[in-house]
T-cell receptor, first 114, second 115 residues
Framework: GEQVEQLPSILRVQEGSSASINCSYE??????FPWYKQEPGENPKLIID?????ERKQIQELIVLLDKKAKRFSLHITDTQPGDSAMYFC?????????????FGHGTILRVHP | GPKVLQIPSHQIIDMGQMVTLNCDPV?????FYWYKQILGQQMEFLVN????????KSKLFKDQFSVERPDGSYFTLKIQPTALEDSAVYFC?????????????FGPGTRLLVL
């Protein structure tokens, strides 16, 4: 089945700088890549997603890039704020199974220091 | 945004007992999912459900697990009997479409502790 690798596991940045999280996947049939933000004790919340017909998508300070050839995708948070501190998960959807199952990466703990 | 509700928020039970986790998905959604998250780790897919049937299940979805959504009410995950390793947070999710692109909205989770 699909496997998603996510790095780094922990990321510490200064407020105002950029943060980047990288993911790779194995199944070239995957065509949907969401990113979820999860705060302690809370449910995962979708923050941005990208489909395989796109290479780049931006929503305010969030940018996602998708390289289908390399089977990699990444999240970039520009101008980070302390409120961006949380766990971030990338995921890939296994379209071949036609069920929408999400396979998640192991997560990245982002800490934004004032 | 769309909200998925889960009841109860916490459940503590003795090993061997049965537990039912309830999910109230987004009203017009058609696909329903259960994921399991152990503390500090990622969500792992258990099962998904569409049109009254299980579409796919993972190896984590043991024989002791079952799901149903009788008459469009709660989408439930039943574990009978429970084991110590079932302790985790169980997230329900729902989506409008399932063809590898339906945005999945997650509920707040049920924290299950098996003693």
């Amino acid at each position: 089945g699909e496997q998603v690798e996510q790095l780094p596991s922990i990321l510490r940045v200064q407020e105002g700088s950029s943060a980047s999280i990288n993911c790779s996947y194995e199944d070239s049939a995957s065509n949907y890549f969401p990113w979820y933000k999860q705060e302690p004790g809370e449910n995962p919340k979708l923050i941005i997603d990208i489909r395989s017909n796109m290479e780049r998508k931006q929503i305010q300070e969030l940018i996602v890039l998708l390289d289908k050839k390399a089977k990699r995708f990444s999240l970039h948070i520009t101008d980070t704020q302390p409120g961006d501190s949380a766990m971030y998960f990338c995921a890939a959807s296994l379209t071949g199974a036609n069920t929408g199952k999400l396979t998640f990466g192991h997560g990245t703990i982002l800490r934004v220091h004032p | 945004g769309p909200k998925v509700l889960q009841i109860p928020s916490h459940q503590i039970i003795d090993m061997g007992q049965m537990v039912t986790l309830n999910c109230d998905p987004v009203s017009n959604h058609l696909y329903f999912y259960w994921y399991k998250q152990i503390l500090g780790q990622q969500m792992e897919f258990l099962v998904n459900f569409y049109n009254g049937k299980v579409m796919e299940k993972s190896k984590l979805f043991k024989d002791q697990f079952s799901v149903e959504r009788p008459d469009g009410s709660y989408f439930t995950l039943k574990i009978q009997p429970t084991a110590l390793e079932d302790s985790a947070v169980y997230f329900c999710a729902s989506s409008l479409g399932g063809l590898g692109g339906g945005t999945q909205y997650f509920g707040p989770g049920t924290r299950l502790l098996v003693l």
